[in-house]
């Protein structure tokens, strides 16, 4: 079976159960071949739908990448209002985060850095939509008027790909995600009006994990 042989929808979920291994594992103690056994599939096959592990943790971070953005486009569909559609879509990233092993970013970093570079598409994409976001939620009153969101947005981003990667570094009364949960609130509330900063409140009582 080749990649040509599979749907789309197939594709995806393929890419979606590697995707879960690598987060899982971290990328260079996941083989190819414990990934054919997880998926209990033969190596061979998955040798003729990837040329190689490179390629197939490439496709496997731009399908994660994607499917991210796609989760935020939903949020805001189903959202009442900016704010909340933002904080959904923070609460989307904690849970990834809550499940990547810390080897993985390690490994992106020595081994795989041209994976990493191949997401970069998927990652503007993101930054582009989350700048979008940011500027609705000035015109609905609910963010101010005199930030570079741009800058803001890219610094936020930064944050949140070196965090992982310092974890072995926090103190042991301070977790991964209570880190990210400062950071997130921090940051909303930075650029929250005070029409927002109600808003931000309101949800954060009511958003259990927030308060964990």
Do not use: W
Not at 30 to 35: E, L, P
Not at 72 to 99: C, P, V, W
Not at 119 to 132: A, G, R
């Amino acid at each position: 079976m080749t990649r040509e042989d599979m749907t789309p929808e197939a594709y995806e979920e393929l890419l979606e159960s590697i995707t879960d291994i690598l987060l899982r594992n971290g990328l260079k103690a996941t083989t190819m071949d414990s990934i054919a056994a997880s998926l209990q599939m033969s190596k061979r096959t998955l040798y003729e739908i990837f040329d190689n592990k490179s390629q197939m943790v490439s496709e496997a971070l731009k399908s994660m990448h994607n499917q991210l953005c796609m989760k935020y486009k939903t949020t805001l569909e189903n959202s009442a209002n900016i704010m909340e559609a933002i904080l959904t879509g923070f609460l989307h990233h904690r849970d990834l985060m809550s499940k990547v092993n810390v080897d993985f970013f390690k490994d992106m970093d020595s081994q795989f850095a041209d994976a990493r570079t191949n997401t970069n598409e998927s990652k503007n994409l993101f930054l582009e939509s989350l700048v979008t976001l940011m500027h609705k939620g000035v015109e609905e009153g609910y963010f101010r008027d005199d930030i570079n969101y741009m800058v803001q947005c890219k610094m936020m981003i930064i944050q949140m790909e070196s965090l992982k990667r310092m974890e072995e570094l926090f103190p042991p009364d301070i977790t991964l995600l209570e880190v990210y949960d400062s950071i997130c609130i921090v940051f909303l509330r930075g650029i929250c009006s005070q029409k927002g900063i109600e808003i931000l409140d309101n949800l954060l009582k009511e958003t259990s994990i927030l308060q964990e």
